[in-house]
């Protein structure tokens, strides 16, 4: 692994990888859950932690010009002191990298009002596979001269260049916020109200959803009694001049199914809600070998997936906790198996996954939402997307890396 501490550096590092025909995989913070950034035999690991400058922040733009080893949470906090967010905050956000959330297109809790990275990003820097260093898109907030080459660059996982910097967006930070707990005694109720509060009117900017092995999980490792409560739970939160008036709107909806609904506006009470939410997968970690998965279904198919899902659990005779960004349509189901004989994940855990990603396709969804293709979602990927997209992507990554050194075995 190298470390590089600037830009030059990197394209060093990528013009030796190219002259030799090493393979190259960049690495943020390694928090990614595809097996994107993993060494491979004979590769070199170039490891952008260190490019941790944000160079710039512009409040009247509504900008900020950072390298792309900044952490996530740090940007934010940056942000703060102008009175802005940075609104993309996947629950990794107190460590994974800007890098490394462009390269993967990163979602997060506030991506039902915020959207995406790729919402947030205006233009990139990157070191092109013969280490050339170019910048792609631009830093206003509209422009269309060109094929949008940085949002080709968003999501392409270190397989099109490595990326060390961006313009990145940032947004007003909500003056008022409120946000809604909501129990119900079962998970398809839930979904149903993820539902309900679709057609609402209201347009919360977090929906996350919890199921009750979930909760258990985060009352052992942190002590909390929120299993009690329920079998599923709900987090709503609405910002912005009018957010107690909107927090209404979703408490009524919620209300339809819900076992007890509760609001607050208070941001301390919020912050430990959304931090026990956060704390989801370490907590379902420490209970054995996790299949993390991250399938995303239209909205409208929410209940049915998590029906079939709990039924996909009975059949293979797996436990499966599912919890994620509801108001996307977005699940994170997630098998936990004891090792097998060889350490490995047993075959029913497989097998469960495979189903969920049948499911996913089935219901007109996606088998990765946000995580990427990885080195571990390439076969379903190629189902999902069928033959002439995927030669397109062959193409595509042709013209930027003729030689295929960067992040060979990852991706389409
Ligand atoms: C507890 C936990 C919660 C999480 N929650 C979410 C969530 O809510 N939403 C979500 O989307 N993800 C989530 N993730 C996954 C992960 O944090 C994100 O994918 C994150 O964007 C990865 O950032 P990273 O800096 O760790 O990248 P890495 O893991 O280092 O790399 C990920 C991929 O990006 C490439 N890459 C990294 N940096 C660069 C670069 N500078 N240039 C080119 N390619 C690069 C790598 O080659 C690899 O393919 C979570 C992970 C954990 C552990």
New binding site residues.
């Given amino acids: 692994m190298i470390v590089a501490r600037d830009v030059a550096e990197v394209r060093e590092v990528v013009r030796r990888a190219a002259r030799e025909r090493i393979p190259l995989?960049?690495?943020?913070?390694?928090?990614?859950?595809a097996g994107?950034?993993v060494a491979t035999d004979g590769a070199i690991v170039l490891d952008?932690s260190g490019l941790d400058r944000i160079l710039a922040i512009d409040p009247v733009d509504g900008t900020a010009h950072v390298e792309?080893g900044v952490i996530t949470a740090d940007l934010d906090r940056a942000a703060r002191e102008h009175d802005l967010i940075f609104a993309p905050d996947?629950?990794?956000v107190g460590i994974?990298?800007i890098?490394?959330?462009i390269?993967?297109n990163?979602?997060?809790l506030r991506g039902a009002k915020y959207g995406v990275t790729r919402d947030a990003v205006l233009s990139v820097d990157v070191v092109l596979a013969d280490g050339s260093l170019v910048r792609l898109g631009r830093p206003t907030i509209k422009g269309v001269t060109g094929y949008d080459l940085a949002g080709l660059i968003v999501g392409s996982?270190?397989t099109l260049g490595?990326?060390v910097g961006a313009v990145v967006r940032l947004l007003p930070r909500p003056r008022r916020v409120a946000t809604a707990s909501a129990f119900f005694a079962t998970l398809e109720d839930a979904a149903t109200a993820v539902a309900a509060v679709a057609v609402s009117g209201a347009r919360p900017a977090v929906l996350e959803i919890l199921d009750g092995a979930t909760l258990a999980a985060i009352d052992d490792a942190q002590g909390t009694g929120l299993r009690a409560r329920g079998d599923a739970l709900l987090v709503a939160q609405t910002d912005g001049f009018g957010a107690e008036e909107e927090i209404a709107v979703v408490v009524e909806a919620l209300s339809a199914t819900a076992s007890a609904v509760d609001w607050t506006a208070d941001e301390a009470e919020a912050d430990r809600l959304l931090a026990a939410r956060r704390q989801a997968?370490?907590a379902i970690e420490r209970l054995g070998r996790p299949l993390i998965e991250d399938i995303a279904v239209p909205r409208s198919r929410l209940a049915e997936a998590i029906r079939r899902i709990r039924a996909v659990a009975a059949e293979r005779d797996v436990p499966i906790f599912v919890f994620g960004h509801a108001g996307d349509g977005n699940l994170h189901p997630i098998i936990v198996a004891d090792a097998d004989e060889d350490g490995g994940i047993p075959e029913a855990a497989h097998r469960a996954a495979d189903d969920i990603f049948a499911l996913a396709l089935e219901l007109g969804g996606t088998v990765t939402a946000?995580?990427?293709v990885?080195r571990l979602k390439r076969e379903w990927a190629r189902r999902e997307l069928g033959e002439p997209p995927v030669l397109l992507h062959r193409r595509i990554k042709d013209v930027f890396d003729p030689d295929g050194i960067l992040?060979p075995g990852?991706g389409l």
């Fill in positions: 995989i960049a690495r943020g913070a390694g928090s990614g859950l994107g950034a952008l792309a996947p629950g990794s994974s990298t890098g490394g959330n390269a993967t990163a979602g997060g996982e270190g490595v990326v997968l370490p946000e995580h990427g990885g992040n990852s």
